[in-house]
């Protein structure tokens, strides 16, 4: 007598062509249905939620940027921190703002309150526009000149992370971002204070 020997021809075990039991169906319909409210969410994070910012792209030669924006910031030049100029627009102004390895240039001075219209472009490599300590993230692509209407709700100084690892010394790209407030005064030299101590330890 020949003993059963186990091949892949044999047909697998079973129960599949036996219809799904009532529970299993209800189970599929409550997940396709909450499918249906992630995707429809989608959208309405994007127009009720304002996570999902819509800004204007558009190409751009880097070069052409980088000469833009070193033009905006002779233009409205009020001051120098450590080689980089602090430049202050007109509120309704377009600013401009270039990521390169590795800084962010040049040092933005905006008030509280009025809008702008931020522009945002990388001269070399992808880098990654990070607000901090605020939750706000957009990549920076050479080539594109990413444009937002901004409205700075809070004074203070800020600091620019750069959230993509674009080189060797990406870990030291901070820039620097100053918000007024309607006085014209600001909370900078405090804040400035703390997150430079911070940075010591
Ligand atoms: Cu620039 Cu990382």
Sequence with gaps: MLTKV??????????WWK???KSEKIWVAIA?????????????WHWKGGQNPSGIRRHVDPKAYFARTMAFATQYKVGEDRGLPIVQPPPGADVYLVAMTYQWYP??????????MLHMSALDVNHGFSLYPLN???SVVPGYDYALRVTPTAAGDFRIICNEFCGIGHHTMVGRVIVVDSAGSTV???DSATIRSKEGQ
Excluded: S
Aim: proline share 7%; hydrophobic share 50%; glycine share 8%.
């Design 188 to 190: 900078a030299d405090n």
């Design 32 to 44: 396709f249905a909450w499918c249906i409210v992630l995707f429809a969410m989608m959208p309405l």
């Design 6 to 15: 186990h091949t892949g021809l044999d047909a697998v075990p079973g129960i």
């Design 19 to 21: 219809p799904a039991h």
């Design 136 to 138: 706000i993230n957009f």
């Design 107 to 116: 040092i933005l001075r905006l008030e509280q309150g009025k809008e702008y």
